[in-house]
């Protein structure tokens, strides 16, 4: 049992509290309001996104509830977002959701000119009340001593977010490129000169063609990916060979992903295999190296408008945008990099490293990232202006 379930079962089972944990602890989302931050999620300020997702993240580890499926984070400027924990489901799940309540909030509900809520006031509701608690001394230590845990690590994370405007799915389209495989060279071309080497990479493919199906391991650097991004900086090659490097880079990935896709990946099979060996108590070297070898790169894809067009047009609604969501690094001394192509004219990225690895930085990785992007843009600029 973890060290939660110990401290609930001992300090609340005999307890007056018995009964608000044991209502909380069968609460599937929670609302959390926070009525003395004014945190907005603003895409013209850096700084502004930066904290917002740290907020979202993990807030200051005491105004979360992180075992909870998902919580709703209400600032006070009435800005929402969402705190998701992820064994129940993941980030397409949160999304669809996302995706259904804002224009039923708007389209359906609807809100006067004042800003209040169209439709008669209910009085019939029950009532709130306050919890009062009856925690001993002991209890009181305990949690001021895993808070003090869980804000260490939480400080440790350093979230930064790139909002990508200079152009998006639309240009990469032209390129006639997979935009998910364009992106994936370009984190691979960004962490290369970040690190100075390639090292193991994870994105997380969807297996929802399966009952039960929830995610298999694309590996996205290949000796296509390599060779593409040793080329890009090899001056002696020419835009279009790199050009040609990039679209071999880019089919390898594709038929890779569909792979994975239809559940003819490597990572969960290994993983299954390991299992299995342990419950037969059989020791694997090889799986052991295998599986103990660390993601220092892991990337996933959020996708962006589920719904028909014309609820989630984000041309006619520039406001209902989602940045997605953002995860902390896999690695100690690696990233942590999500991405959503929101639209054909913006792409954000969050990107993730510990403060305590002098190996990453996500400030530099951020600049990487952009970097990497204009200088991609730049090997297809006379075609795309011709088209």
Known sequence: MCHYSVSVCHYFTCSSSFVYMYT????IPIVRLCPSRDCAFCQADSNCMDEWASNMLHGNCHNRWFDKSFTFVVMKNGHIGLNVEHSWADAPVMAHL???MIPYDSIELRYTSEGHCIGDIKTDLPGVMRLKWDLPNACVQTIDQHLQIAQKLASDVDLRILVWQE?????????KISPDAFLQMALQLAYFRDAGRFSLTYEASMTRLFRDGRTETVRPVSLESCAFVKGMDDKEKSKEEVIDLLKKACDKHVVCYKDAMQGKGVDRHLFCLYVVSRYLEVDSPFLEKVLSEPWRLSTSQTPHTQLPNDKWDLQNHPDRICAGGGFGPVADDGYGIS????GEDTIFFHCSSKHSSPETDSVRMRKGIARALRDMQALFDSKTKQQ
């Open 24 to 27: 909380c602890t069968k609460l």
């Open 98 to 100: 996302w995706e259904i």
């Open 167 to 175: 152009w998006g799915k639309g240009f990469i389209k032209l390129c």
């Open 339 to 342: 991405y959503i192509i929101a």
